[in-house]
């Protein structure tokens, strides 16, 4: 089992340019969601997926940010344009029927530096 | 609005010491509780709590439920340097699942 893979591992980039940060979910898994982590407000959900369909994205903090998940074995999360507080640890996760008896793995996540 | 309270914020003990930590939650149709321990990267699952008073275990490490006051504990007995992490608890709602702060643990040798 891979596990959840994500990429890239860290990313520098100059305010204004646009960021894509990708996952690849645990074959198998139905749900996929992505959060954002920082030292003020923790872990938070941002988008989440159930059989490719966007389900809940009350999360995602501006039009700034957008997600896709084109197919069971790809996702995108995708900020343009980037701006410094968007500085973060951007977690994908991936379960099978959304949770429920299933815990939720995490890939290794993108540190994202915005300067 | 669902709320996962964690506490202590953190804590440092030696070796050998004895951890208990507390998760309280607010949320509506709750279904699990989970707790992770978070190192240097991803969240990697400990535990998934659904019932009151039925106790789980992992080696040094257990966890129980109590659904009536709302809470969970997580202990870890005989710590060693490698349990040295920040410990996630998270309340599942529906298909969400709303993470408390974190507790950081540290263990000195």
């Known amino acids: 089992d891979a596990g959840v893979i994500q990429s890239p591992r860290h990313e520098v980039t100059e305010m204004g340019q646009e960021v894509t940060l990708r996952c690849k979910p645990i074959s198998g898994h139905n749900s996929l969601f992505w959060y954002r982590q920082t030292m003020m407000r923790g872990l938070e959900l941002l988008i989440y997926?159930?059989?490719?369909?966007?389900?809940?994205d009350s999360g995602m903090p501006e039009d700034r940010f957008s997600a896709k998940m084109p197919n069971a074995s790809f996702s995108t999360l995708k900020i343009q344009p980037s701006e410094p507080r968007d500085s973060a640890v951007y977690f994908c996760?991936?379960?099978?029927?959304?949770?429920?008896?299933?815990?939720?793995?995490f890939g290794n996540g993108t540190r994202l530096t915005v300067t | 609005e669902d709320k996962v309270v964690q506490s202590p914020l953190s804590l440092v003990v030696h070796e050998g010491d004895t951890v208990t930590l507390n998760c309280s939650y607010e949320?509506?149709?709750?279904?699990?509780l989970l707790w992770y321990k978070q190192e240097k990267k991803a969240p990697t699952f400990l535990f998934m709590l659904t019932s009151s008073g039925i106790e789980k275990k992992s080696g040094r490490l257990s966890s129980i439920l109590d659904k009536k006051e709302l809470f969970s504990i997580l202990n870890i007995t005989a710590t060693q340097t490698g349990d040295s992490a920040v410990y996630l608890c998270a309340v599942e709602n529906d298909y969400k699942l709303s993470f408390g702060a974190g507790t950081t643990v540290t263990v000195r040798a």
């Open positions: 997926f159930n059989n490719n369909v966007p389900i809940d």
């Open positions: 949320v509506t149709n709750f279904r699990s």
């Open positions: 996760a991936s379960s099978l029927v959304a949770i429920r008896g299933s815990p939720l793995h």
